[in-house]
């Protein structure tokens, strides 16, 4: 059977889980397309589950009311040998990519991190994926009894449900103890656009001058067209915006339809999180600036100027 | 205690990416350690240098070119080097059973990896040595401090970040924020080259890559590149909101 770890938050499946139904049905592997729900009080997102997979398996369990790397491989290592899984698919999200390494050596599995695309090739599986900074697009082949994958976000459609919702089965699972205490939590702002779903991202770099600059222009900008806020590492660097913004190397990585880069410079480590941007519109005083190579529309100019007769322009009727 | 830091060697970030006969070309590129590894390295250091009878050694697992990756951590400060010599490249799963193998072998008590390695954008490498070790892990950290036995520190989670502690032997993979790497000075460097520097052979480890590269290529999206001149702030702006709504048909 083909494995989905299905994401969810606050009772709700996440995106992830949708597109990686889309990818399980593309593959035609053996077997029943599996959705594992794990978590505390999950019969709200087992329901939606029953309307992607074959078949769901739930564990609803207050051991796992908050997400482990420890608990979540082994979760998923013993449902994966108990169905006899060929293919484990989970999302290529922070915790997925934490706790997938220890589940493919727990099955001694080969692992495809952060797929983009993924083909059968007979026995094998074959996939792309992005490496060196996001520079290049490399294939890869994993073969074996079971293959572990890890799946970028926004690279698959999401699946559709379907009409018949199918079985769910309680799973018992033998759990180990928990060893990072968790002391404290700071968690996001939950934003009115999520970063790495939103269709427009409007982003700032040091260019915009300062946290105050940044609220009034890229910030303003967002507003005006309903995007998401970026920002660059410097810019988190020098405390104007929170980490949870960045965009980049070690931040998100984003793929929205139209991104907006004002006053950013472009360092490889920024351009690795949006260079696949559809669109990439940037403003830089700096007309050599590298971001430049990387736009389809380019202002060379001063932000604190541009910015507010875009803003202006923008709410002229089209 | 010993601290083992992984270095990896990659492309200057700063530098384009070539392809040769469908693979990255490392001849006559510039290379260095892996900035991410230098985050833990540095923290190594600090914790040697915050308390009595640390050692830290540097570890890399690749091709004979690594070693000037493992003099610059030398040069950095660890007290030692092991370079396990392998010539096919490992994919990172593969790579952590040797890691692991080490590990015991040095009776190593924390292992530093980077979060997300710049050559493979995997972040599978500390997870994997943890899980191999049956030990712990706390990824994504840009806080962290030895308090007995015990780590305490702070990283990032799907949610935002989390402050944790947990106990020791563990795997911890860095990011930035975790703290600055210091320099390398010439005098330090002249001293890295006398440091030892063990090398071992990957046979004795009995590993074979889980995952084939079949090939590379860079793909390079067509931009436009339309420029507009901004002196004339209204004007610029009126033809890019244009652009926008009448060419890109991307807003409305």
Same mark, same amino acid.
């Given at each position: 059977?083909?494995?989905?770890?299905?994401?969810?938050?606050?009772?709700?499946?996440?995106?992830?889980? $949708?597109?990686?139904?889309?990818?399980?049905?593309?593959?035609?592997?053996?077997?029943?397309?599996?959705?594992?729900?794990?978590?505390?009080?999950?019969?709200?997102? #087992?329901?939606?589950?029953?309307?992607?997979?074959?078949?769901?398996?739930?564990?609803?369990?207050?051991?796992?009311?908050?997400?482990?790397?420890?608990?979540?491989?082994?979760?998923?290592?013993?449902?994966?040998?108990?169905?006899?899984?060929?293919?484990?698919?989970?999302?290529?999200?922070?915790?997925?990519?934490? $706790?997938?390494?220890?589940?493919?050596?727990?099955?001694?599995?080969?692992?495809?991190?952060?797929?983009?695309?993924?083909?059968?090739?007979?026995?094998?599986?074959?996939?792309?994926?992005?490496?060196?900074?996001?520079?290049?697009?490399?294939?890869?082949?994993?073969?074996?009894?079971?293959?572990?994958?890890?799946?970028?976000?926004?690279?698959?459609?999401?699946?559709?449900?379907?009409?018949?919702?199918?079985?769910?089965?309680?799973?018992?699972?033998?759990?180990?103890?928990?060893?990072?205490?968790?002391?404290?939590?700071?968690?996001?702002?939950?934003?009115?656009?999520?970063?790495?779903?939103?269709?427009?991202?409007?982003?700032?770099?040091?260019?915009?001058?300062? #946290?105050?600059?940044?609220?009034?222009?890229?910030?303003?900008?967002?507003?005006?067209?309903?995007?998401?806020?970026?920002?660059?590492?410097?810019?988190?660097?020098?405390?104007?915006?929170?980490?949870?913004?960045?965009?980049?190397?070690?931040?998100?990585?984003?793929?929205?339809?139209? $991104?907006?880069?004002?006053?950013?410079?472009?360092?490889?480590?920024?351009?690795?999180?949006?260079?696949?941007?559809?669109?990439?519109?940037?403003?830089?005083?700096?007309?050599?600036?590298?971001?430049?190579?990387?736009?389809? $529309?380019?202002?060379?100019?001063?932000?604190?100027?541009?910015?507010?007769?875009?803003?202006?322009?923008?709410?002229?009727?089209? | 205690?010993? /601290?083992?830091? /992984?270095?990896?060697?990659?492309?200057?970030?700063?530098?384009?990416?070539?392809?040769?006969?469908?693979?990255?070309?490392?001849?006559?590129?510039?290379?260095?350690?892996?900035?991410?590894?230098?985050?833990? *390295?540095?923290?190594?250091?600090? *914790?040697?240098?915050? &308390?009595?009878?640390?050692?830290?050694?540097?570890?890399?697992?690749?091709?004979?070119?690594?070693?000037?990756?493992?003099?610059?951590?030398?040069? *950095?400060?660890?007290?030692?080097?092991?370079?396990?010599? &392998?010539?096919?490249?490992?994919?990172? /799963?593969?790579?952590?059973?040797?890691?692991?193998?080490?590990?015991? %072998?040095?009776?190593?008590?924390?292992?530093?990896?980077?979060?997300?390695?710049?050559?493979?954008?995997?972040?599978?490498?500390?997870?994997?040595?943890?899980?191999?070790?049956?030990?712990?892990?706390?990824?994504?950290?840009?806080?962290?401090?030895?308090?007995?036995?015990?780590?305490?520190?702070?990283?990032?989670?799907?949610?935002?970040?989390?402050?944790?502690?947990? &106990?020791?032997? &563990?795997?911890?993979?860095?990011?930035?924020?975790?703290? +600055?790497?210091?320099?390398?000075?010439?005098?330090?460097?002249?001293?890295?080259?006398?440091?030892?520097?063990?090398?071992?052979?990957?046979?004795?480890?009995?590993?074979?890559?889980?995952?084939?590269?079949?090939?590379?290529?860079?793909?390079?999206?067509?931009?436009?590149?339309? *420029?507009?001149?901004?002196? +004339? %702030?209204?004007?610029?702006?009126?033809?890019?909101?244009?652009?926008?709504?009448?060419? %890109?048909?991307?807003?409305?």
């Amino acid at each position: 059977m083909i494995l989905i770890v299905a994401e969810h938050i606050g009772g709700k499946l996440s995106k992830s889980a $949708y597109e990686l139904t889309e990818a399980a049905r593309q593959l035609k592997r053996e077997g029943p397309v599996t959705l594992i729900v794990l978590g505390n009080q999950v019969a709200a997102a #087992a329901t939606a589950a029953a309307a992607l997979g074959d078949q769901v398996l739930v564990a609803d369990m207050p051991a796992l009311s908050e997400y482990d790397a420890e608990q979540w491989s082994a979760a998923v290592a013993q449902i994966a040998r108990e169905g006899e899984a060929n293919t484990i698919l989970i999302a290529g999200s922070r915790s997925g990519r934490e $706790y997938s390494p220890r589940v493919a050596v727990k099955l001694d599995a080969p692992l495809i991190e952060d797929a983009i695309s993924l083909h059968d090739a007979g026995a094998a599986l074959q996939a792309e994926h992005y490496t060196f900074l996001s520079r290049v697009t490399e294939r890869v082949e994993a073969e074996g009894p079971v293959v572990v994958v890890t799946v970028k976000p926004g690279s698959f459609a999401p699946a559709k449900p379907n009409t018949e919702p199918s079985e769910q089965y309680d799973v018992a699972l033998e759990l180990p103890q928990r060893r990072l205490t968790v002391t404290g939590q700071m968690k996001e702002k939950m934003e009115r656009v999520s970063l790495t779903e939103a269709d427009i991202v409007v982003s700032g770099g040091r260019g915009v001058g300062s #946290a105050e600059g940044f609220a009034q222009l890229v910030e303003g900008l967002a507003n005006q067209l309903g995007a998401a806020v970026g920002a660059t590492r410097a810019v988190v660097d020098a405390g104007w915006r929170p980490y949870s913004e960045q965009v980049g190397q070690t931040g998100k990585t984003v793929q929205p339809k139209v $991104y907006f880069a004002i006053g950013i410079s472009g360092a490889v480590q920024h351009l690795s999180g949006m260079g696949k941007s559809k669109l990439i519109v940037a403003i830089n005083k700096d007309a050599d600036a590298p971001i430049f190579r990387e736009t389809d $529309y380019g202002v060379v100019g001063d932000v604190q100027q541009i910015v507010p007769a875009i803003l202006r322009e923008l709410q002229k009727a089209p | 205690m010993r /601290i083992l830091a /992984i270095i990896r060697q990659v492309l200057n970030a700063e530098e384009s990416v070539r392809i040769k006969d469908g693979a990255v070309d490392f001849a006559n590129a510039t290379l260095v350690i892996d900035p991410m590894d230098e985050y833990g *390295m540095e923290q190594a250091l600090r *914790m040697r240098e915050a &308390a009595e009878g640390i050692e830290v050694v540097a570890l890399a697992v690749g091709p004979a070119r690594c070693e000037a990756a493992l003099r610059s951590a030398l040069a *950095m400060g660890a007290d030692r080097a092991i370079l396990v010599e &392998a010539d096919a490249p490992l994919d990172p /799963i593969a790579m952590s059973s040797v890691v692991a193998q080490v590990a015991k %072998a040095e009776s190593v008590e924390l292992i530093f990896c980077g979060g997300q390695q710049a050559d493979w954008d995997s972040q599978a490498l500390g997870a994997a040595t943890a899980e191999r070790l049956g030990w712990p892990q706390a990824t994504w950290t840009n806080a962290l401090s030895l308090d007995g036995t015990q780590l305490v520190g702070k990283h990032d989670v799907d949610s935002g970040s989390e402050t944790f502690t947990v &106990a020791l032997p &563990a795997v911890v993979t860095t990011q930035q924020g975790l703290n +600055d790497p210091r320099y390398l000075t010439l005098p330090n460097i002249m001293k890295a080259k006398r440091k030892e520097l063990r090398r071992e052979a990957l046979d004795s480890f009995n590993v074979k890559p889980k995952l084939k590269f079949l090939g590379a290529e860079v793909q390079v999206r067509a931009r436009l590149r339309t *420029m507009i001149e901004g002196k +004339d %702030a209204p004007a610029a702006a009126e033809q890019l909101v244009d652009l926008l709504r009448n060419q %890109a048909r991307v807003i409305s």
